[in-house]
């Protein structure tokens, strides 16, 4: 054991031993390794510059016909506490995931066999009372619950005995894993007779019983009609509002029921003994290769961890290559994630997708290796403190001690190898994508001793969060008034029509934050600024009273908002509301799709300047108050418009999809007041731009070039001019009054490779010349082929293209 340390979470930073840190970690799974190869895997992880290493622990694995090993007694794959102490021996910090639930392609979802065959009650049952597909379980079951405890109640006495703050490595433990997402992905809603008479009494507490019987068509005192009314999605002989009701109500009450499970794993494993170091919530739901769906897991998950002391959640992503169509998802899903919590909570990754991305092993996608750096780049500088590579290490499934006649009779379905896309493969060998895993925690390191204790920085602009528009995981397949909500809302939420909105802040130079409007008392959306950043939201039609009222009372004091979709003219169960619409005196008078033979198009008026006609998939004649800034070519009539509220507040509603054109976004975004704190002229589109800075005055831009070219660009922050080359697919982090002894970095075009002893710089080089100044009253010696001259504003330092090492030195002397 080491001296012990602490491990806190405090003004969104992670603080070890009161020290601001970025841990980067590799996922390795000791279970799928010989013991004779952890070493060797843990070697690499050192290698590659990360200081954390992380692991699912699997309750299939590790309980036996005789109870738990997690000493390797019955099988060295069962080690867990070998593996722990080689580890410790490395000085390498521990994020512990034990599950239960650990999904990991595992049988089960990591679960032992026996818990579906003593406890079928706990297998759901869906819509029309048909059972779940999945491994998924009723987390609050009795019988599933009490075994989950007896699990936790064998491992989390290990994990407490080598917390950091006993001196072992033990730094965090993560709560289950993926809570929801078996449910969510199947279309399958827990129904089961126990968690309808659950749902029966949240419902009266909410809505009365006579609320209830108006609300759903169904009476929660009837456990039969009851049940037969939720299970059939609300279709039986009810109203378009009762069923839209009944599927909202039944996604908030699965809310409440996960955070209840996950707040009881927590006291549980507070009970024996884990209780000195972080929390963590993994949140699902990236698909297909995108992240517009990853908010439903924010949604879902959220109660079980906003505000609660010594938790954050953490993102679970898997988007493949970062491109200008994929890059707006995750800075949008890392904005999100940090809309909801408090002051003190940072945000991680858990799982963040590192590797070749040929999960089947049938070779139809090969990443290319700087993707895991760009991702990287952006996600530290947007705020996340723990970044966790996975799959880091692969290995191999060992055999089930006891066979089941499944096909491979192995712990997992992936056969007998595992984890084939990673950067270092099932025999060790390092794939294409290790060396640009080691390129992006290089580049971590050397800011980690400012950027740690940093904050991104925004422009004027805020992206409005709203989870219930993500309340669209369960949709019976008879409701079809539900199934065109859920249509309406997945086109226009979030990032906007066609993802519009969000790609047209990111890619036009604006960084922003987002922000809950539901107006969660623990999230950065508890007030509304009429004073603020313009808040910006993508609208569907249903957008919930209480938000439209919160809305028009901001725009009523005199705050700024766009809209970008469709004219909200509803509450979330359909029932009609135009409350944010009156309070502008806009009306729609139609909608307008496009089909195969009728091509809607568009034209911004003057104030634009000359701008082009343009096509459009969608959108609103609008009447009544406000100036026209863009109308249907058709007839003419608005399909935007500029209103001023009240003599104070000021809206822009623009209700149709239009294009992407860089040039028009940030014409309205200055007519709203929004500038660019940070300008870059030159370059095409695929540049993301964003700065981090301390109390102190020290700041880092971030520049991640996602397009397929290279740029060259003249970037302009402040008074700082800086002429710039990136090569396609580049990122690069540059320094901005950065504090040395009796010295100030003033600039610099390489970014910085490590703190020196403050009379050192170490500096990244790229492949083009670059240059940085420095004011100081003392000497400046630099490396052989940089030279260094004193100017009136200090000493510039300058180094040819392609030198001979990829690291300049510059001393003070």
Not at 174 to 197: C, F, H, I, K
Not at 488 to 497: A, D, H, S, T
Not at 698 to 713: K, T, Y
Not at 728 to 733: D, F, H, L, P
Request: aromatic content about 8%.
């Amino acid at each position: 054991m080491r001296n012990p340390r602490s491990i806190r979470l405090e003004r969104r930073r992670l603080l070890v031993d009161g020290v601001p840190r970025i841990l980067m970690a590799g996922e390795v799974h000791y279970f799928r390794l010989r013991r004779v190869d952890w070493a060797d895997r843990l070697d690499k992880l050192l290698a590659a510059g990360c200081d954390a290493v992380a692991s699912y622990m699997p309750w299939i694995v590790h309980e036996t016909a005789d109870g738990f090993d997690l000493t390797g007694s019955t099988s060295e794959y069962r080690d867990l506490i070998g593996f722990l102490e080689l580890a410790a021996e490395r000085d390498l910090l521990v994020i512990a995931r034990p599950g239960p639930f650990v999904m990991a392609e595992l049988k089960n979802e990591g679960l032992p066999f026996r818990i579906y065959r003593e406890h079928p009650d706990a297998v759901p049952r869906g819509w029309d009372g048909k059972p779940a597909e999945t491994a998924t379980l009723d987390y609050l079951s009795p019988g599933y619950l009490s075994d989950a405890e007896r699990w936790y109640a064998a491992i989390m006495p290990v994990l407490a005995e080598r917390l950091v703050s006993k001196g072992g490595p033990v730094a965090a433990v993560q709560l289950d894993n993926e809570v929801g997402m078996l449910s969510w992905v199947t279309n399958t809603p827990e129904l089961t007779d126990r968690t309808l008479a659950d749902l029966a009494v949240w419902a009266f507490q909410t809505w009365g019983r006579e609320g209830s019987v108006s609300r759903y068509g169904a009476d929660p005192d009837d456990p039969a009609g009851w049940a037969a009314q939720w299970r059939a999605g609300g279709t039986i002989d009810r109203t378009a509002a009762q069923q839209l009701a009944l599927h909202h109500d039944l996604g908030a009450h699965h809310r409440d029921r996960y955070a209840r499970y996950l707040l009881r794993l927590r006291d549980v494993a507070v009970a024996h003994g884990v209780d000195d170091v972080p929390f963590l919530v993994n949140l699902h739901g990236t698909y297909a290769g995108r992240g517009r769906h990853f908010p439903i897991g924010i949604s879902q998950l959220s109660k079980s961890y906003a505000g609660v002391p010594q938790m954050t959640s953490g993102s679970d992503h898997y988007i493949g290559e970062l491109t200008v169509e994929k890059v707006p998802d995750l800075y949008v899903m890392n904005a999100f994630m940090a809309a909801v919590h408090d002051a003190d909570q940072p945000i991680t990754s858990l799982e963040f997708e590192a590797g070749t991305g040929d999960y089947g092993e049938d070779l139809s996608s090969l990443t290319s290796p700087e993707t895991a750096e760009l991702k990287t780049r952006l996600c530290v500088a947007q705020g996340n403190r723990l970044v966790n590579y996975y799959l880091f290490a692969g290995g191999h499934n060992p055999p089930l001690d006891v066979p089941v006649g499944d096909g491979n009779d192995r712990i997992a379905f992936t056969g007998e190898r595992h984890g084939f896309a990673a950067p270092v493969d099932p025999e060790g060998r390092l794939s294409t994508t290790y060396a640009g895993t080691a390129s992006a925690v290089r580049a971590v390191r050397g800011v980690e001793h400012l950027l740690a204790g940093m904050d991104e920085e925004y422009d004027d602009i805020v992206l409005g969060y709203v989870p219930d528009h993500y309340l669209t995981e369960y949709c019976h397949p008879s409701a079809a008034v539900r199934r065109d909500q859920v249509g309406e809302l997945e086109r226009y939420r979030g990032m906007g029509p066609r993802d519009i909105l969000a790609r047209a802040l990111l890619l036009g130079g604006y960084s922003f934050r987002a922000v809950d409007l539901s107006g969660a008392a623990t999230s950065a959306g508890a007030s509304l600024d009429p004073a603020g950043p313009v808040v910006a939201l993508a609208t569907p039609p249903a957008l919930g009273r209480a938000i439209q009222e919160r809305l028009a009372a901001f725009v009523r004091a005199g705050g700024r908002l766009l809209l970008h979709g469709r004219v909200p003219v509803a509450d979330d169960d359909g029932t009609p509301c135009t409350v944010l619409a009156d309070e502008l005196g806009v009306k729609v008078d139609d909608t307008v799709e496009g089909t195969p033979h009728y091509f809607p198009s568009v034209r911004a008026t003057s104030w634009a300047g000359d701008q082009p006609e343009v096509r459009v998939g969608m959108l609103e004649h609008l009447s009544g108050n406000g100036e026209a800034l863009a109308v249907d070519v058709a007839g003419g009539a608005p399909v935007a418009v500029d209103v001023t509220v009240a003599g104070r507040g000021r809206a822009v509603m623009l209700a149709c999809d239009y294009p992407c054109h860089l040039d028009f976004w940030r014409l309205l975004l200055e007519r709203l007041g929004v500038h660019r704190r940070i300008v870059a002229e030159g370059n095409t589109p695929g540049l993301v731009v964003t700065s981090t800075a301390d109390a102190d005055g020290q700041r880092l831009v971030h520049l991640i070039n996602v397009a397929p070219v290279a740029q060259s660009f003249t970037l302009t922050v402040g008074e700082v001019v800086l002429e710039l080359q990136l090569d396609a697919r580049e990122g690069r982090i540059l320094p901005l009054d950065v504090h040395l002894d009796d010295a100030v970095l003033r600039w610099s075009t390489a970014e910085l490779d490590g703190r020196g002893d403050g009379s050192t710089v170490l500096l990244r080089r790229s492949s083009d010349a670059g240059s940085a100044l420095i004011e100081t009253t003392r000497d400046v010696v630099v490396d052989d082929d940089a030279t260094a001259t004193r100017s009136e504003q200090g000493w510039l330092v300058t180094w040819p293209s392609d030198g001979a090492t990829d690291r300049l030195t510059v001393r003070l002397s």
